[in-house]
């Protein structure tokens, strides 16, 4: 897994190159991705090479939040709650902190002590939870932030207001 955009670029184009190859065949191909194609997937990325010349058909999965949900089994909203899903931390995650109730924080892997002690400053009643590669074999259920983050750790925080 890299963040640098030229090595994603050519896997995306290695991968759309070697699925082409066989459609060209008259084969059918199928993609097979963890949680949902249409969320934050690689998909996404070789579907957008391969749909100007290919018919894509697309079928839903479980996504990653709502699968590590039903392992808590907690609702991840009720009511007028607001979710909000955040692939990414960056420095605008105080502001939307304000903004929602529940937030799912993909890939916390990435995260850093900073996003830690942010979310610990709100001056509200919290409950946070991590799941460990979710829906595996291995996985694993922790209250709060866990201090060892693999890739597929994903935390879902919900602030009382």
């Known amino acids: 897994m890299t963040e640098?955009?030229?090595?994603?670029e050519k896997h995306w184009d290695e991968a759309s190159e070697l699925i082409s190859g066989h459609l060209n065949k008259g084969l059918d191909v199928a993609f097979i991705t963890l949680g949902d194609?249409?969320?934050?997937?690689?998909?996404?990325?070789v579907?957008?090479?391969?749909?100007?010349?290919?018919k894509i058909e697309m079928i839903p999965g479980?996504?990653?939040?709502?699968?590590?949900?039903?392992?808590?089994g907690k609702p991840l909203v009720e009511k007028d709650e607001i979710l909000m899903i955040i692939?990414?931390?960056?420095?605008?995650?105080?502001?939307?902190?304000?903004?929602?109730n529940n937030f799912v924080l993909m890939k916390t892997s990435?995260?850093?002590?900073?996003l830690e002690n942010i979310i610990n400053e709100q001056n509200v009643e919290k409950e946070i939870t991590s799941v460990q590669n979710c829906t595996m074999k291995n996985e694993k259920i922790i209250e709060g932030f866990p201090k060892n983050k693999p890739y597929l750790t994903t935390t879902i925080l919900k602030l009382k207001k």
């Open 47 to 54: 579907q957008k090479r391969l749909e100007k010349n290919f």
């Open 87 to 100: 692939p990414k931390i960056n420095e605008n995650i105080g502001n939307l902190l304000k903004e929602g």
């Open 62 to 72: 479980i996504n990653s939040f709502t699968a590590c949900a039903s392992s808590i």
């Open 37 to 45: 194609p249409s969320i934050y997937s690689t998909f996404s990325y």
């Open 4 to 8: 640098d955009i030229t090595i994603l």
């Open 110 to 114: 990435r995260n850093t002590e900073e």
